[in-house]
């Protein structure tokens, strides 16, 4: 007698383990941004803003952050671009 149990079990591990994946690695890179805005040079008002901006803005905070809210000598190493 042939059952498919085994293959929906493994089906099922692969859904959840997807979706923890899909779940976690934002949120640990929301955690890593936030160590990163919490040791820059900034005011405390300005990291402030730009914590609220990550996290209120889930999917597109994070890249306004790295592409506007970086001191522009880090980015670049000091040089600039025109």
């Given at each position: 007698m042939y059952t498919q149990q085994p293959t929906a079990h493994r089906n099922l591990l692969t859904t959840i383990a997807l979706i923890l994946i899909c779940v976690l690695l934002p949120?640990?890179?929301h955690v890593v941004?936030?160590?990163y805005i919490?040791?820059?040079?900034m005011s405390r008002t300005?990291?402030?803003i730009w914590?609220?901006?990550?996290?209120?803005?889930?999917?597109?905070g994070p890249l306004i952050y790295l592409l506007v809210?970086?001191?522009r000598n880090r980015l670049?190493?000091?040089?600039a671009l025109v």
């Amino acid at each position: 007698m042939y059952t498919q149990q085994p293959t929906a079990h493994r089906n099922l591990l692969t859904t959840i383990a997807l979706i923890l994946i899909c779940v976690l690695l934002p949120i640990v890179g929301h955690v890593v941004l936030t160590a990163y805005i919490a040791t820059d040079y900034m005011s405390r008002t300005e990291k402030v803003i730009w914590l609220i901006v990550v996290w209120v803005l889930w999917g597109i905070g994070p890249l306004i952050y790295l592409l506007v809210g970086q001191r522009r000598n880090r980015l670049f190493g000091g040089h600039a671009l025109v």
